[in-house]
């Protein structure tokens, strides 16, 4: 089965920066997939950041773009979303996802971005 871990959140200061990765196991390729991260604040609904194609091309969400960057290495079936210049209201629980035909969640990692 298709698993998706999620590593590299954890708490940074206002301006600081994060690296998130999400590896996925289970499958031969994820190339094909469209790869994406989503955040859920608390008492918020979740909502996408940013996502990326099988070609390479991005969206970002308006309230991330010109600081975050997500990127793919389908060699390595991981996603990353580095994020820089955090504010506060970037804190949530950030989730990778992986689209086919159906969706593929990971398990949500904490970032915390305060002074």
């Known amino acids: 089965q298709v698993q998706l871990v999620e590593s590299g959140g954890g708490s940074a200061q206002p301006g600081g920066s994060l690296r998130l990765s999400c590896a996925a196991s289970?499958?031969?390729?994820?190339?094909?997939?469209?790869m994406a991260w989503y955040r859920q604040a608390p008492g918020k609904q979740r909502e996408l950041v940013a996502a990326?194609?099988?070609?390479?091309?991005?969206n970002y969400a308006d309230f991330v773009k010109g600081r975050f960057t997500i990127s793919r290495d389908n060699a390595k079936n991981t996603v990353f979303l580095q994020m820089n210049s955090l504010k506060p209201e970037d804190t949530a629980v950030y989730y990778c996802?992986?689209?086919?035909?159906?969706?593929?969640w990971g398990q949500g990692t904490q970032v915390t971005v305060s002074s």
């Open positions: 996802a992986f689209h086919t035909s159906t969706v593929y």
């Open positions: 289970g499958r031969s390729s994820f190339s094909l997939d469209v």
């Open positions: 990326i194609g099988s070609g390479g091309s991005t």
